[in-house]
């Protein structure tokens, strides 16, 4: 079974700029999420999924982060314009439903650094 | 706010040591989860908690999740250097949303 797959892996940019990050969750699963993980810190839960519809984003910092899932399958994170405290892994995970009684599955990440 | 806490934040052992960490909520669980981190790597699930008081073991890995569902704790016996990276705990609050804990990285002495 292929995994979660992300895309870059990584990716430099002025602060400023944008950067968008794509993700294709395993086959079937319903449940999408994006994690930002700062070195040294745990994943935060940035937005998830459940098909095409957001079940929560209460930590997208919605000024310049935007998430979207077309059609339930594919995501993609999009940074506007980036501040150098973006720099972190983004990652991507699925899980076949939600939470309650179902594993995450984590993507590779997209290592992001702003300068 | 739901938050996870975890201690320590870092932990060095010898060889054959044995390793414990400890994730503390303020708040009552649903369920939690362990994962594990490998330097470099994305976070891989190790195992899920329910039942108040639950105890599960996957060979030298003892998960205890504790009667009041506010505390787990993660023991490896006789640690080896493939265990070597950051365990995160991470809780559901009930909210069908997994809080993840501040991680406890592992560094072993060969």
């Known amino acids: 079974e292929a995994g979660v797959a992300q895309s870059p892996r990584y990716k430099i940019i002025e602060k400023r700029q944008s950067v968008a990050f794509w993700c294709n969750p395993i086959?079937?699963?319903?449940?999408l999420y994006w994690y930002q993980q700062i070195l040294g810190q745990g994943p935060k839960l940035l937005i998830q999924?459940?098909?095409?519809?957001?079940?929560?984003d209460s930590q997208l910092p919605k000024d310049r982060f935007s998430a979207e899932r077309l059609k339930g399958v594919d995501s993609t994170l999009k940074i506007q314009p980036a501040k150098l405290e973006d720099s972190a892994v983004y990652l991507c995970?699925?899980?076949?439903?939600?939470?309650?009684?179902?594993?995450?599955?984590f993507g590779e990440g997209s290592w992001l650094t702003v300068v | 706010g739901q938050q996870v806490m975890q201690i320590p934040q870092y932990q060095h052992v010898q060889e054959g040591e044995d390793f414990t960490t400890y994730c503390n909520s303020s708040?009552?669980?649903?369920?939690i989860q362990w994962y594990k981190q490998r330097p470099g790597g994305h976070p891989v699930f190790l195992i899920q908690?329910?039942?108040?008081?639950e105890v599960k073991k996957q060979k030298r890995l003892t998960f205890q999740f504790g009667e009041a569902k506010k505390n787990s704790s993660l023991h490896i016996t006789a640690t080896q250097t493939t265990d070597v990276g950051t365990y995160f705990c991470?809780?559901?609050?009930?909210?069908?949303?997994?809080?993840f804990g501040t991680g406890t990285r592992l560094t072993i002495i060969p």
């Open positions: 995970a699925s899980s076949p439903g939600t939470v309650g009684g179902n594993t995450i599955y």
């Open positions: 086959s079937g699963h319903a449940t």
């Open positions: 999924f459940q098909n095409n519809g957001v079940v929560d």
């Open positions: 708040t009552t669980l649903s369920n």
């Open positions: 908690l329910v039942k108040s008081g």
């Open positions: 991470a809780g559901n609050f009930g909210n069908e949303k997994l809080t």
